[in-house]
């Protein structure tokens, strides 16, 4: 029987797992947002940290560690002089076993020879050009001086084209030959883009032909052109980041060594042509290199080509330069440097940020981020949510007064119908008063009824209420950390009129010098006002008139502030500020209680600090009106807020 194995899916994100939820997200975002930060940092902010419930996906901030830690490995990997150290090893190596191979032989032609070995340059280009006509009297020295020769050919393509020395592993004239022919056919298809003759067809063919000198398999020729620019640029960056010594020491047997393959016109003219296709390529900023190992030139070029690639990817997933996107963020450089699951973690993200404006939780108005409505409400939902949390369960629900009325659920009693009811009518009572009262009629089976017979099913009746929340906006309240609470407490307090209250009249003031209704699409996004003055008189003013636009419903009060009422509105519709407050501001304040008082509108306070002349006044108002004080804490103002509420509209 043949057997299967099950494992862990790999190959990219699980094809099974359900989407992304992307209200968690929005939930998110609306803490900071709360705050006082605008959407778009807070969305970048949740980008960065990454996205929450979203098992084993990393944000851009953990994307960007791994990037650094792999610059740091790359930059402890070696040196870049691997080459150069090779390159004189074996020259000295082949000088030595000639000089074995002299030092026996009494002739004067070994003396010349030793001579000429003496006036070798010390450089190893020059030693390498002056030994290339030299006739090696010893097999051994001649062999590695060959090795000499094929190791700087293998590396000088290497350091250009990528896998050159696999491709010249076993080096022969046909081998030079396919890449003398390579380098031609390539400069002729460039030269043929830039004269906008090139075909997709032309591109097919060239790596039909010379495909084994690219193992990257580009799709087409601008691909072709940004590998081996990237490489090109990397070689320009090694010679730039040695000493003025090394380069040119380098640089003169890169030279010779081309010029002897016969490739020096062909790679200058490549090098040219890549230049000027992607000159925003650091050519020639310097990099450091300071691993113990020496590096080969193509190595040192890989090194070098992958740290630019990491610095670009470091520069994009920092996203703090302006108009900043993720789309900015090249997938085959984060494929490159960290795999394919960094790929999926980037894709997740993107996708987050597109389902925001797509489900309608985010628009872009004139370039800025914005919450629509449908996320504000999503807010409100939330923070409801996390209020009926921190509440005890027994104290959930029950908030509906029980009357007979109209509306409402049934309440599974019944009573006799009394004109102008309009609840419905409850049929199986109705017909056993009926029968009980003379039982079927004319012996068919229909029962005869009168008015007395008929009952009503009844229901609970729920009052509507004119609801008043004021919520300070003065300066003080983002001081002491209390703004955000005051904004979700509001939004929270909106939701559930919204959802379970349906009748009722919602209206939330804010007030600091003056004050004004807030709507909740503007609460969210509502920033403190940097003004003097803390306006309760002008608050209490708006309210009564909202209460006055609803005599017929129960009035409820609810005052969220931090300090006492130092503004008041003068007749002239000007504010007047002073501090301590002044004795008319105070007496304006308190008329406006007592027109609460006698609207029978109890207002319940919610301090926010502990000041003592501010305690003075709000037990003065709850003399005045008969209301109630609380001090909670910032965390814990939407849980007494939505349970006073509550309360009120099961007391009523």
């Not at 030299?134 to 090795?147: C, K, L, V």
């Not at 992958?306 to 900043?324: S, V």
């Not at 909740?520 to 002008?538: K, R, S």
Request: glycine share 8%; charged share 35%.
């Amino acid at each position: 029987m043949s057997g299967y194995r099950y494992g862990e899916y790999q190959d990219g994100p699980d094809p099974l797992a359900p989407p992304y939820d992307v209200r968690a997200a929005l939930d998110e975002m609306g803490d900071a947002i709360l705050s006082g930060t605008s959407p778009m940092d807070s969305l970048r902010d949740l980008l960065r940290r990454g996205l929450p419930g979203a098992e084993n996906r990393r944000g851009l901030d953990e994307l960007l560690r791994e990037v650094r830690k792999r610059r740091r490995e790359l930059r402890e990997r070696g040196s870049l002089d691997g080459t150069l150290e090779r390159a004189r090893s074996l020259l000295d190596k082949a000088i030595g076993q000639e000089r074995a191979e002299l030092f026996p032989d009494p002739s004067d032609e070994a003396r010349l020879r030793e001579s000429e070995l003496d006036a070798v340059p010390s450089d190893t280009a020059g030693a390498v050009q002056q030994l290339s006509s030299y006739e090696w009297r010893s097999p051994a020295a001649r062999q590695t001086f060959e090795e000499l020769r094929d190791l700087l050919r293998r590396e000088v393509l290497d350091s250009r084209f990528r896998g050159m020395r696999e491709a010249l592993a076993n080096p022969d004239p046909e081998a030079m030959e396919r890449v003398r022919q390579m380098m031609s056919d390539l400069n002729d298809m460039l030269d043929q883009d830039a004269r906008g003759q090139h075909t997709q067809d032309d591109f097919d063919q060239f790596l039909q032909k010379h495909g084994e000198f690219f193992p990257e398999n580009p799709r087409n020729l601008e691909e072709l052109v940004d590998i081996l620019a990237r490489r090109s640029a990397a070689a320009q960056r090694m010679l730039a980041s040695m000493t003025p010594e090394q380069r040119e020491e380098l640089q003169n047997l890169i030279n010779q060594t081309l010029e002897q393959a016969g490739l020096g016109e062909q790679m200058s003219r490549l090098g040219e042509a890549l230049y000027a296709r992607r000159p925003d390529l650091a050519w020639d900023t310097p990099e450091r290199m300071n691993g113990d190992q020496p590096l080969g030139m193509g190595d040192a070029v890989s090194a070098l080509e992958e740290l630019a690639d990491l610095g670009r990817l470091e520069e994009a997933l920092r996203q703090d330069y302006p108009g900043a996107r993720l789309d900015d963020i090249d997938e085959a450089a984060i494929r490159r440097a960290l795999g394919r699951s960094a790929v999926d973690d980037l894709e997740t993200l993107k996708q987050i940020e597109r389902e925001l404006e797509e489900q309608g939780y985010l628009r872009r108005q004139r370039g800025k981020l914005e919450l629509t409505p449908k996320a504000v409400r999503r807010l409100g939902e939330t923070a409801l949510r996390r209020v009926f949390d921190s509440l005890d369960a027994g104290r959930r629900g029950d908030h509906d007064q029980r009357d007979a009325g109209a509306a409402g659920e049934l309440t599974g009693s019944s009573r006799p119908w009394r004109f102008g009811d309009e609840q419905p009518l409850d049929v199986v009572r109705t017909l056993v008063n009926g029968v009980r009262r003379g039982g079927p009629a004319n012996g068919d089976g229909r029962v005869s009824l009168s008015v007395d017979d008929f009952e009503v099913a009844e229901t609970e009746r729920r009052t509507a209420a004119a609801v008043c929340l004021l919520v300070d906006l003065s300066y003080s309240m983002a001081l002491r950390g209390t703004w955000a609470p005051a904004k979700q407490t509001a939004l929270a307090l909106q939701a559930l009129v919204a959802s379970k209250f349906p009748g009722d009249a919602v209206q939330i003031i804010g007030f600091s010098n003056y004050a004004r209704v807030l709507q909740a699409e503007e609460l969210a996004g509502l920033e403190w006002d940097m003004v003097q003055g803390t306006n309760l008189h002008h608050a209490l003013l708006i309210a009564g008139r909202h209460l006055d636009r609803h005599p017929d419903f129960e009035p409820v009060v609810l005052v969220v502030t931090d300090g006492e009422p130092t503004a008041h509105l003068m007749r002239d519709g000007r504010y007047w500020f002073e501090w301590p407050p002044s004795r008319e501001t105070l007496e304006l304040t308190l008329a406006e209680v007592d027109k609460m008082t006698r609207r029978r509108a109890t207002i319940n306070v919610f301090m926010l600090a502990t000041d003592e002349r501010l305690k003075e006044f709000v037990d003065e108002v709850a003399r005045r009106n008969g209301g109630r004080v609380f001090s909670p804490s910032a965390d814990r103002l939407g849980e007494y807020v939505v349970s006073d509420f509550l309360r009120s509209r099961r007391t009523r």
